[in-house]
């Protein structure tokens, strides 16, 4: 994942309600929210270069999704980072203690962001500060720098989020996900890129020949442990390319 919007409620009848971006070459394979073959109790899409996830729920309720740092100059790791929601989600392990062992081991990992939830509690790590966050219940966002970051594409999500949570739909979160409007040059980051490239990358949903927005998905999960998954996929200059729903 590239961009992540959220709100964690847990007093709420809908305790979470997430919108997430997956930005990729459309070259490379992945497979669709589905079941996993392999791994049965494992809902999501698949990056099948790796083998991992960008996000993916269990049917026990638990959930997680990983977005990278945008770092030009960090050090690459050869261990892919989608494998760390699929460790999780294949282990009987809270979320809490997931988040502390990764810490741990961060630097095996190109920089990341971990977000992962088990109903009772919501957990972010930065690989940088190796330091779990049990999240209190708020809207959030994160990108590809830190968990708020302001940059401008997330700040706009984030407030569109805020206004689709008076009446929630899926309609209302597809809709801040497919958002193309991109910010003032002068506002942009500097991530280490160039300025044409940190401009196609300053948009909600990325849209261009070679990279862009793959998928975007919605997570929405009841406090009695309900949990809808819907993911929108999409190719080359956006055109859509289908969807899939779970109910688990």
Known sequence: MCLIVFAWRPEDNESLILAANRDEFYARPS?????????????????????GTWLAVGRDGRFATVTNIRDPSQPVSDRSRGELPVRF???????????????????????????????????????????PHRLPPGVYGVSNADLNTPWPKLLRARASLEQALETPSDEALFALLADTWRPDPVTLPHTGISHELEMLLSSVFISSEHYGTRASTVLRQQVDGQTVITERRFGAYGKSLGESRRTL
């Open 31 to 51: 497979a669709p929210l589905d079941t996993w073959d392999d791994q049965p109790d494992i809902i999501g899409g698949r990056d099948l270069t790796a083998g």
């Open 89 to 131: 989600l294949e282990r009987d392990i809270s979320a809490e203690e997931y988040v502390h062992e990764v810490a741990q081991r961060s630097d095996e990992y190109t920089g990341f962001n971990l977000l992962l939830g088990d109903r009772q509690s919501l957990w972010h790590l930065n690989a940088r500060s190796r330091k």
